[in-house]
């Protein structure tokens, strides 16, 4: 199974965990002084709340998975899963994007979160690649992005699940498969943690203001 994450995202987001934890315990138990329980304080516990729901949604969650059944795009709200017989193109410029056959059959696309580069960073790539090119026969690996790494990965996995054909007339089997893959469909779900992680801090940050404007 392949699975592409954003180290640096997972990072800062476990050291906003971390210092969340620390802020949050210290609001309750004071640590650092008296604990007081006022609607200031409450504001701060759930500001530090919804940092860690962005901190997940924006660094924990997004991720590219691929394993023999499907492709699965992990953004910060939405997942897409798109079983490989959906899958109509893959492709790795400045983000990860895969074109597969939608929910209502339509061609849909989605871009992926992890592995996004900047257009002037996909032409430097471009340009080290031709550059490579031109002095050796091998491919040079720096002379890619980590997003055309990954769709070229991805379209390896594809390609292995592929049916293969085989001559003279298909069993009744392999024409059912054949019409199972022409009928796959993929799917595009909202994520509940990372929505409830975003809304329940927000909503007590507002309750927060409420009460303070009206005490």
Same mark, same amino acid.
């Given at each position: 199974?392949?699975?592409?994450?954003?180290?640096?995202?997972?990072?800062?987001?476990?050291?906003?965990?971390?210092?969340? +934890?620390? =802020?949050?315990?210290?609001?309750?138990?004071?640590?650092?002084?008296?604990?007081?329980?006022?609607?200031?304080?409450?504001?701060?516990?759930?500001?530090?709340?919804?940092?860690? !729901?962005? +901190?997940?949604?924006?660094?924990?969650?997004?991720?590219?998975?691929?394993? *023999?059944?499907?492709?699965?795009?992990? =953004?910060?709200?939405?997942?897409?899963?798109?079983?490989?017989?959906?899958?109509?193109?893959?492709? !790795?410029? =400045?983000?990860?994007?895969?074109?597969? &056959?939608?929910?209502?059959?339509?061609? $849909?696309?989605?871009?992926?979160?992890?592995?996004? &580069?900047?257009?002037?960073?996909?032409?430097?790539?471009? +340009?080290?690649?031709?550059?490579?090119?031109?002095?050796?026969?091998?491919?040079?690996?720096?002379?890619?992005?980590?997003?055309?790494?990954?769709?070229?990965?991805?379209?390896?996995?594809? *390609?292995?699940?592929?049916?293969?054909?085989?001559?003279?007339?298909?069993?009744?089997?392999?024409?059912?498969?054949? +019409?199972?893959?022409?009928?796959?469909?993929? &799917?595009? &779900?909202?994520?509940?943690?990372?929505?409830?992680?975003? !809304?329940?801090?927000?909503?007590?940050?507002?309750?927060?203001?409420?009460? !303070? $404007?009206?005490?």
């Amino acid at each position: 199974m392949l699975t592409i994450r954003s180290t640096g995202g997972r990072v800062a987001a476990y050291a906003w965990l971390v210092f969340a +934890a620390l =802020n949050i315990a210290d609001l309750l138990f004071g640590i650092t002084g008296d604990a007081s329980y006022s609607p200031m304080t409450f504001g701060i516990g759930a500001l530090l709340l919804l940092g860690c !729901g962005i +901190a997940y949604a924006v660094g924990l969650r997004p991720a590219i998975l691929g394993d *023999d059944d499907a492709v699965t795009i992990r =953004n910060p709200l939405r997942d897409v899963r798109a079983p490989w017989a959906a899958v109509r193109r893959i492709e !790795g410029t =400045n983000a990860v994007a895969v074109r597969f &056959t939608g929910p209502d059959g339509a061609e $849909a696309e989605t871009r992926a979160w992890v592995h996004q &580069t900047s257009p002037r960073a996909q032409a430097k790539a471009e +340009a080290r690649a031709r550059k490579e090119a031109s002095r050796q026969q091998e491919f040079d690996l720096r002379g890619r992005t980590p997003a055309a790494y990954a769709a070229q990965q991805l379209t390896e996995i594809r *390609d292995r699940q592929r049916p293969r054909t085989e001559s003279g007339a298909p069993d009744r089997a392999a024409a059912e498969k054949q +019409a199972a893959d022409e009928a796959a469909r993929g &799917t595009v &779900t909202w994520s509940i943690p990372a929505l409830a992680g975003l !809304g329940v801090p927000l909503v007590l940050l507002v309750v927060v203001l409420v009460v !303070g $404007a009206v005490s």
